[in-house]
């Protein structure tokens, strides 16, 4: 006898071997149709595979998030099918299941058309109609390669060849279509659905080097019904719409050129942008105890071998070689530079926390194919700091951060924040016994805030355990900004102490943080959030007083001078055009605020208020107009 456990605590007992399809079967007809895969024990595996022994079993489906993966990783597979049939000539690679989707390599010298993604996708719907069975077959390596080899596969083969010659490969078949994959898969194509959409088709490198050949990468998104798939594909639209680097352009906020690949051009109001985000953030940790500091950009390499990013990060340094026979590099990050000049000077225990602060200018040399927008490039500014402190002081100070952390998203229109707990990762500095106490710290000091946190495995940074900060915006797309991460490391390594209430000399705990994280990928964050009609607080231009008439230019003039006397962003718009023009164009540059003047206005020192999006226009006078601005306009507390 096999018992079976369920999720729900209930049992199965079976006379022998029992698949995961035969116990799905046994609970009911809708469950069997639905089923893709079964976890074992814990594991995921093929509905079909045996299960021997007693074991607690989950029948997955797609509306689990494992179910989802796997449509997707499915999907993948259905594309490089569609496409061997269509396109014998063309060589597979790889196609894993991504966020939202999935996207498959190919090596062809015709490129995809847009017309092509229409044929490929209707011909997966039409090897999903077929029903395929889809099996999984372990092969020795060495036929694994000699077997894609002959079939003109050489990207698969190589792939094979570099696993262990006593490895056993698995291969799934479907149709006349055998592809490499670890599994599981859905035991038929028909199980897929036809919930998917082919996107587009970009250039991407062989294993992701530059020196190999470019391989065009068909994307895809999958989903577990049509009611989900058109719901991301309106989202996709009202992103597009939303697109920072469309919008950076219509609104004159920023360009970026082939002269200087990935840094940023900033024009006057998206530069206004930028410093009012900083000098928001600045005044809040001044009022939580922050020194600002400032650090040099280019740092010998003997700074970096000790702080250990040279080994980790040495691929993504900007390297310099100066006269002085020394090899300098452009610095990606501040935190060694600011161990610098804590070391300035012994500090005592009654120095801690010590809360030290830069908006500090970081390049770090990311791949020509990643770059995107403002949202990665390779000149940025952090809004980093390192909290010096005793082991004592790491709940307080986390706390602290976080209470600051959602006071500033809240101030931008995020309150919806999802948190990470990212622990030690396989390659790191440190001992076991220095990362037990580091992650011991901070699960602690997580738990003392009352936010709810899932485990991120794996994911720390090489130094220390780290948490995540990740914000949900308008359209429900999440995005990593803020981190907090508790360093044990850095300090021993940069001989970095200090002398506590003993007498003797300590190493202090080393807290890196960010709120916002770059900010020009955030200021690219606001645009698409808010469309480009930022709140009247952050707009860079915030009103415009326009005529009606040309004998209103002496007034308009008048009340502009108000405005900026007042500390208001203001315009003026005094060309030789029809108002309702000058309205259009305004509301096109996503001004909040439209002050309309002319004879009539004047006599009476009113104006007529227009708010960008609504058809109503309010006359009242400029003064009491002027009171209401000035108050709307202020920072968020």
């Known amino acids: 006898m096999v018992a079976i456990t369920l999720p729900d605590g209930s049992k199965k007992e079976f006379l022998g071997a029992v698949t995961g399809e035969e116990v799905a079967a046994s609970i009911g007809a809708g469950l069997a149709k639905a089923a893709l895969a079964v ?33 997707r990783h499915d999907t993948a597979h259905l594309l490089a099918e569609a496409v061997k049939e269509l396109f014998p000539e063309t060589q597979v690679t790889i196609g894993p299941a991504i966020e939202n989707g999935f996207y498959y390599d190919f090596s062809r010298a015709t490129p995809f058309s847009t017309d092509d993604l229409a044929t490929i996708e209707q011909r997966m719907k039409d090897i999903v109609a077929r029903n395929e069975r889809v099996a999984r077959e372990e092969w020795k390596r060495n036929d694994a390669v000699a077997f894609f080899k002959s079939i003109g596969e050489n990207y698969k083969a190589e792939i094979i060849s570099s696993i262990p010659e006593d490895q056993t490969i698995s291969l799934y078949r479907q149709g006349e279509f055998i592809d490499l994959c670890r599994g599981p898969h859905a035991p038929s194509t028909g199980k897929v659905g036809t919930a998917f959409k082919l996107l587009k088709v970009a250039g991407a490198y062989w294993r992701g080097d530059h020196r190999n050949e470019m391989l065009q990468r068909i994307y895809g998104t999958a989903w577990a019904n049509d009611k989900d798939l058109k719901q991301y594909l309106t989202m996709l639209e009202e992103a597009e719409k939303r697109d920072h680097r469309k919008l950076g352009k219509e609104l004159d906020l920023f360009h970026i050129e082939e002269h200087t690949p990935g840094m940023i051009f900033w024009h006057d109001k998206g530069w206004t942008i930028f410093r009012i985000i900083e000098n928001y953030v600045r005044d809040k940790i001044r009022a939580l105890g922050y020194i600002e500091v400032k650090t040099p950009v280019l740092v010998d390499k003997s700074l970096w071998e000790a702080s250990g990013h040279w080994e980790k990060f040495r691929a993504n340094m900007f390297i310099s070689d100066s006269d002085e026979d020394r090899t300098l590099a452009v610095k990606p990050m501040n935190c060694p530079c600011h161990v610098q000049i804590f070391k300035q000077g012994m500090k005592s225990y009654r120095d801690l926390p010590l809360r030290m602060a830069e908006f500090g200018s970081c390049h770090r040399n990311e791949s020509s194919g990643s770059l995107h927008g403002i949202m990665r490039i390779r000149g940025f500014t952090q809004d980093d700091a390192h909290i010096f402190c005793t082991e004592d002081q790491i709940t307080a100070e986390t706390v602290t951060f976080c209470d600051l952390l959602k006071g500033v998203y809240k101030a931008f229109g995020f309150t919806d924040i999802k948190v990470k707990f990212s622990d030690r990762p396989p390659v790191r500095a440190g001992e076991d016994a220095i990362w037990d106490k580091a992650e011991s710290a901070l699960k602690e000091a997580v738990n003392a805030t009352g936010l709810e946190w899932t485990l991120n495995p794996g994911e720390g940074a090489f130094y220390g355990p780290k948490l995540e900060f990740i914000l949900r915006d308008a359209l429900g797309r999440d995005w990593q900004c803020g981190t907090l991460q508790v360093d044990f490391n850095m300090p021993e390594r940069l001989d970095a102490e200090y002398v506590g209430a003993d007498g003797a000399k300590h190493r202090p705990v080393m807290l890196h943080r960010a709120v916002l994280g770059s900010l020009e990928r955030f200021i690219g964050i606001l645009i698409e959030e808010y469309a480009g009609k930022f709140p009247l607080w952050l707009a860079p231009v915030q009103v415009v007083v326009a005529t009606i008439t040309e004998s209103a230019d002496a007034y308009a003039k008048q009340i502009h001078g108000e405005l900026l006397k007042a500390g208001l962003r203001a315009g003026l718009d005094l060309r030789n055009e029809k108002i309702n023009y000058k309205v259009r164009e305004h509301s096109l540059q996503k001004v909040p605020v439209l002050l309309v003047v002319g004879n009539k206005e004047q006599e009476n020192r009113s104006v007529s208020i227009r708010r960008l999006g609504s058809e109503k226009q309010e006359i009242i006078g400029f003064d009491a107009a002027l009171v209401a601005l000035a108050d709307e306009t202020k920072l968020p507390e």
Not at 48 to 69: F, M, R, W
């Open 39 to 71: 976890r074992v024990d814990g594991t995921l595996l093929d509905l079909y595979v045996p299960i021997e022994k007693d074991a607690s079993i989950q029948i997955i489906t797609g509306k689990d998030a494992d179910g989802l993966e796997l449509i």
